[in-house]
């Protein structure tokens, strides 16, 4: 098992939390190389941590990669482990890792993992992150196997986040609200492939309808090729189709939650 441990948490910055967890992993396993992907997610937001895994996921090398966003921490939900990719991932069954997995071309085996000696003791119910999770991928890349952690689990009894919708229709890409980032941009499920096929190109307007509203958006190769305070459409470092306000936050203009229906038809050169 490769050396290479991920971790991506709600956790934040001002506490300790995150140091603890590296602080497990060096302790059982000292060549362990841990890459922070994400400790900003808001608290308890599975759907944020789930696009910002599986969006970080092509530039990370294979191995064993955490996820901690359990707004249901203290409840009785199962921790899992999941072989997906030449990776595993470990975190709660609450669908956290459920978009990574098809990112990864799908799970091949799950375990439960209820494997105590891998554990910390005495295990805190609201802290699985350092007790449980920082040890069993410290066991993982000093040797042990997947199959070590616990019971196999059907694929079929994972719980997984519904994935996002898009559709091209005539004349009109129909979409979600994906994600909203740090900056207040609007991540949208509808990919720059699709706004070819409409022929929307870099330089034309988009038309987006958001409910009763609609708006007409500059589509521009970037936030800064328009004025601050201004509106604008590009494609994000995802291939997705993101608005953005130059030097503001989209996703207060807009008010468009994650999840929020979205529509984008050409309306024309800019």
Known sequence: MTSVITLLTDYGLEDGFVASCHGVIIG??????????????????????????????????????????????????????????????????????????????????????????????????????????????????????????????????LLSLPAPTARLGEGAAEGEVLSLDRYGNVQLSVTADDLVTLGVRVGDSLAVSMGRRQITVPFRDTYAAVPPGNLVAFTDSAGLVALAVNSGDAAQRLGLPPGAHVRLARAGNG
């Open 28 to 157: 059982i396993t000292p060549e362990a190389r841990i890459i922070d992907v994400c400790h900003l997610v808001p608290a308890g937001d599975i759907r944020r941590g789930a696009a910002i895994l599986a969006q970080t996921l092509p530039y990370l090398p294979a191995g064993v990669h955490i996820a901690a966003v359990d707004p249901a921490a203290a409840s009785a939900r199962r921790s899992i482990a999941v072989e997906a990719g030449g990776r595993v991932f470990i975190g709660p069954d609450n669908g956290l890792l459920s978009w990574a997995l098809l990112a990864s071309g799908g799970a091949r085996a799950a375990y439960e993992i209820t494997n105590e000696e891998l554990f910390l003791t005495p295990v805190s119910p609201t802290f699985h992150g350092r007790d449980v999770y920082a040890p069993v991928a410290a066991h993982l890349c000093a040797g042990r196997k997947p199959a070590d952690l616990g019971p196999e689990i059907g694929l079929d009894r």
